[in-house]
């Protein structure tokens, strides 16, 4: 089966080459798949026969117009966070997350179904990797939300389930067509990529997207926690990791966000927020970075819990005297399930609960 929305408009040139009709078909059929049409028979600048040919191979599975469609949805009703289950068409879930900011909309996306990091703390790698998105998955994420919610996205972050630099052929392409005028049209720099410090990743994404944002799961101030939160750490340590990042800076000219969840009693401690500003220092020279603090979402089966306010607040202070800029992020959706992964793990275990 061929998915439209993986194809560029190259692609779906040659597909029309192929099936006898004019080149310049692809354009037309592009533009209405980015605005969020279904079916081909809404698709009017296209010829009657041409229209009811192509529903005819969508019909037989020979090609696919949509790829994912949404399963489920669940509004905050505090702050209008909407948080999406869709279904992809071998079956499988992935989630994508719709948050509403003073700036804009941004829709958080996943890159992966599952996700082979291992971090332990995260409800996405419960249940390991299954396979890769592919680009049109991606896409189809955003053009679905645009599609419900009526409203233009202008800022994308690639931090649901997944690790995008394990995905980076996908990655790139999704990037472009998002990218793309004549595609969702998103600046570069409304775009952000976080990784949990694939370091090859790093170096590939600093050469080919210098304008994209850069987004690291940091969570730890020193390799022994780390190793124990993340295991990605044990194959790249944190000064292998720092030194990567400052040639990232070097570079991009771009600052980096560290995502920093506060897990209470593990990482959480003045002592790792003196710890955490001195790598920053030694790293970076305390330039060009950004620390997001983020009380972590709890994930029951993780048997972690996030630090309470104080204690984030104080962390906070710590960094801020310190002179390292810091940010408390806003929990968005704290009524949904918020954490990346949890809607998706439900429905899997309940499908499998089904299934016994
Ligand atoms: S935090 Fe990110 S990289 Fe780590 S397991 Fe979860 S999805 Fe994968």
Same mark, same amino acid.
């Given at each position: 089966?061929?998915?439209?929305?993986?194809?560029?408009?190259?692609?779906?040139? *040659?597909?029309?080459?192929?099936?006898?009709?004019?080149?310049?078909?692809?354009?037309?059929?592009?533009?209405?798949?980015?605005?969020?049409?279904?079916?081909?028979?809404?698709?009017?600048?296209?010829?009657?026969? *041409?229209?009811?040919?192509?529903?005819?191979?969508?019909?037989?599975?020979?090609?696919?117009?949509?790829?994912?469609?949404?399963?489920?949805?669940?509004?905050?009703?505090?702050?209008?966070?909407?948080?999406?289950?869709?279904? *992809?068409?071998?079956?499988?879930?992935?989630?994508?997350?719709?948050?509403?900011?003073?700036?804009?909309?941004?829709?958080?996306?996943?890159?992966?179904?599952?996700?082979?990091?291992?971090?332990?703390?995260?409800?996405?790698?419960?249940?390991?990797?299954?396979?890769?998105?592919?680009?049109?998955?991606?896409?189809?994420?955003?053009?679905?939300?645009?599609?419900?919610?009526?409203?233009?996205?202008?800022?994308?972050?690639?931090?649901?389930?997944?690790?995008?630099?394990?995905?980076?052929?996908?990655?790139?392409?999704?990037?472009?067509?998002?990218?793309?005028?004549?595609?969702?049209?998103?600046?570069?720099?409304?775009?952000?990529?976080?990784?949990?410090?694939?370091?090859?990743?790093?170096?590939?994404? #600093?050469?080919?997207?210098?304008?994209?944002?850069? #987004?690291?799961?940091?969570?730890?101030?020193?390799?022994?926690?780390?190793?124990?939160?993340?295991?990605?750490?044990?194959?790249?340590?944190?000064?292998?990791?720092?030194? #990567?990042?400052?040639?990232?800076?070097?570079?991009?000219?771009?600052?980096?966000?560290?995502?920093?969840?506060?897990?209470?009693?593990?990482?959480?401690?003045?002592?790792?927020?003196?710890?955490?500003?001195?790598?920053?220092?030694?790293?970076?020279?305390?330039?060009?970075?950004?620390?997001?603090?983020?009380?972590?979402?709890?994930?029951?089966?993780?048997?972690?819990?996030?630090?309470?306010?104080?204690?984030?607040?104080?962390?906070?202070?710590?960094?801020?005297?310190?002179?390292?800029?810091?940010?408390?992020?806003?929990?968005?959706?704290?009524?949904?399930? #918020?954490?990346?992964?949890?809607?998706?793990?439900?429905?899997?275990?309940?499908?499998?609960?089904?299934?016994?």
């Amino acid at each position: 089966m061929k998915n439209f929305k993986d194809m560029g408009k190259k692609e779906l040139g *040659l597909f029309f080459e192929e099936i006898g009709e004019k080149k310049f078909r692809a354009a037309q059929v592009y533009a209405w798949m980015m605005r969020g049409i279904q079916d081909f028979k809404d698709m009017t600048d296209l010829s009657e026969s *041409l229209r009811e040919r192509l529903s005819e191979m969508q019909n037989s599975g020979k090609i696919a117009l949509t790829c994912a469609q949404i399963d489920k949805v669940q509004s905050s009703t505090s702050d209008g966070t909407r948080k999406y289950l869709l279904k *992809l068409l071998d079956g499988n879930f992935i989630e994508s997350v719709f948050m509403k900011y003073k700036y804009g909309n941004s829709v958080c996306i996943s890159s992966q179904v599952g996700c082979k990091m291992g971090c332990i703390f995260c409800a996405s790698a419960i249940g390991g990797h299954m396979r890769n998105l592919t680009s049109g998955e991606m896409l189809e994420q955003l053009i679905a939300i645009e599609r419900d919610t009526k409203e233009k996205i202008n800022h994308i972050v690639v931090m649901g389930t997944g690790e995008p630099f394990d995905n980076f052929e996908n990655l790139a392409k999704f990037l472009r067509t998002a990218n793309d005028e004549k595609g969702l049209g998103i600046s570069m720099r409304n775009i952000t990529v976080s990784t949990c410090g694939l370091i090859p990743g790093i170096k590939r994404f #600093a050469e080919d997207f210098p304008n994209a944002g850069l #987004a690291i799961s940091l969570h730890a101030p020193n390799n022994e926690i780390r190793n124990r939160l993340l295991p990605i750490n044990k194959s790249y340590p944190l000064e292998e990791l720092m030194s #990567a990042c400052k040639d990232y800076t070097e570079k991009t000219g771009r600052r980096i966000t560290f995502e920093y969840a506060l897990i209470k009693g593990i990482n959480d401690s003045l002592a790792h927020a003196d710890e955490l500003a001195n790598l920053l220092y030694r790293g970076l020279g305390n330039r060009l970075c950004h620390v997001n603090l983020i009380p972590l979402n709890e994930v029951s089966e993780s048997g972690f819990s996030g630090s309470g306010a104080k204690h984030t607040a104080d962390f906070h202070d710590r960094l801020t005297k310190r002179k390292i800029s810091s940010t408390i992020r806003r929990k968005l959706g704290a009524d949904i399930d #918020a954490a990346c992964g949890q809607l998706r793990m439900k429905t899997e275990f309940s499908k499998n609960k089904d299934n016994v």
